[in-house]
Structures are given as C-alpha cells and as structure tokens.
C-alpha cells in the first residue's frame, strides 16, 4: 500500500516515525514523504542549507522511500504563510500519492510550524474528503524536543491511541537519525540517542515489548 509521511522539518519523520518508516518499507510499502519548510536566508546560512539537503538525500535513500519532496515554504515562520500555500502542498501530493496511511506532526507540539501543518493536513483530511482520496487512517507522532516540550494541556497533550512494535528497526533508526548531523543533540538532550532510546523502550513497555512507537489516531474512515 502507499503511505505518505508529513514532517514540518527534516528529522520530524525519523523521531516521530522512523522505526515504522522501515517497517513499511520492509513490508514492500510505497513510502513517500513529505518536508513543509527550508531553512532559508537569513536566518539560515547558505553553508546549513546546503548541508540540510545531504542529509535529506542521504535519510531518503537510507529509508528506500517512493520519494520526498521538499515544499519552498519558510522554517520557523511557517504561521506567516498564506494557510492555503500549506494546504496546497499538502493536497498535491496525497493526490499524487494516494496514500492509504497518513503519518503527520501533533497538533500540540511547542512548534509553531508543526501545529500549521496539522491544522493544514486537517483541511485538506476533512472526513468526507478522505474516501474520494484513498486515505483510510490519518495519525500523528510524537516529535522529541517539541511534542515533549509543549504545555501538557487539556485539548492539547499527546495521548497515544495506536502502537508499533519497531523492536527489529530500532538500531537502524538511530543510525538514520545520526545522518542528520547538524540535528543531532548532546546528552541528556531530547535529539540525543539515549532519548530517543528511551521514549522507544517506554513505548514499548506500553505494549510489553523492547521498542515500539505510539501514535494518536486522529480520523479513520473505512
């Protein structure tokens, strides 16, 4: 089947989803994935631009994806952009795509760009929109240093509905997110490998085994 993953940033997709990436893919899945936002002048230099787009080349051919495709639109100001720009680029690849599974940022994460691009992946997901697109599950992950960092409030807090035991993938996840070496954290750090290891071990005791990933389910229509 096809399976679309939207990540406001490059590394969304591997610590939210990565073990599921490569769960997909080695089950025989057409993985895509969509990225929302480049870092751009000048409050990015040329020099971390260019070493972002190897390491998203790099990730891609790592995980065996369909494709990626990388919108245009400004990281870190993504709630200055037209809404209708985000749910244009949204729209054109689930068209293209026509993924069966949607794997999407928490719309209560402290990043601004991620809750843009949920409340822009719920419009064009609206409930009767998604049997004519082919999409039959849309769930949101987790992203460590944002999902963690934000507000535990009522309407907004993380709660995980659906598991996947990623114990087989774990080592190659933390190998793919070590590809994105101008992301990565110290220790103790939320993109650090002790923590990723972590939320995947507490995950997993969720469900009783080593590793897992946890998603909250936001719509399903069968």
Excluded at 77 to 91: E, F, K
Excluded at 110 to 132: E, G, N, P
Excluded at 133 to 140: A, D, H, I, P, Y
């Amino acid at each position: 089947m096809n399976v679309l993953v939207i990540s406001a940033h490059p590394d969304d997709e591997t610590l939210g989803c990565g073990g599921t990436i490569l769960s997909h893919v080695a089950c025989g899945d057409e993985v895509a994935w969509l990225i929302l936002t480049r870092g751009t002048p000048p409050q990015f230099s040329a020099a971390q631009f260019a070493a972002a787009e190897k390491e998203v080349a790099a990730v891609s051919r790592a995980y065996g994806l369909r494709r990626h495709v990388w919108a245009e639109l400004p990281a870190t100001a993504l709630d200055a952009v037209p809404l209708n720009d985000v749910i244009r680029s949204i729209r054109e690849i689930i068209e293209s795509t026509r993924p069966r599974i949607v794997y999407s940022v928490h719309h209560g994460d402290i990043h601004t760009d991620h809750r843009v691009v949920f409340d822009a992946t719920s419009v064009v997901l609206k409930a009767f929109y998604m049997r004519a697109l082919g999409v039959e599950r849309w769930l949101t992950f987790e992203c460590l240093s944002s999902t963690d960092a934000a507000p535990q409030l009522a309407g907004r807090a993380f709660l995980p509905t659906v598991y996947r035991d990623i114990s087989a993938q774990m080592e190659r996840k933390i190998e793919v997110m070590n590809l994105y070496r101008t992301q990565l954290q110290a220790a103790y750090m939320p993109r650090h490998e002790s923590a990723i290891r972590a939320l995947g071990r507490y995950r997993g005791a969720s469900i009783g085994v080593e590793y897992a990933e946890a998603f909250a389910l936001i719509r399903e229509v069968g």
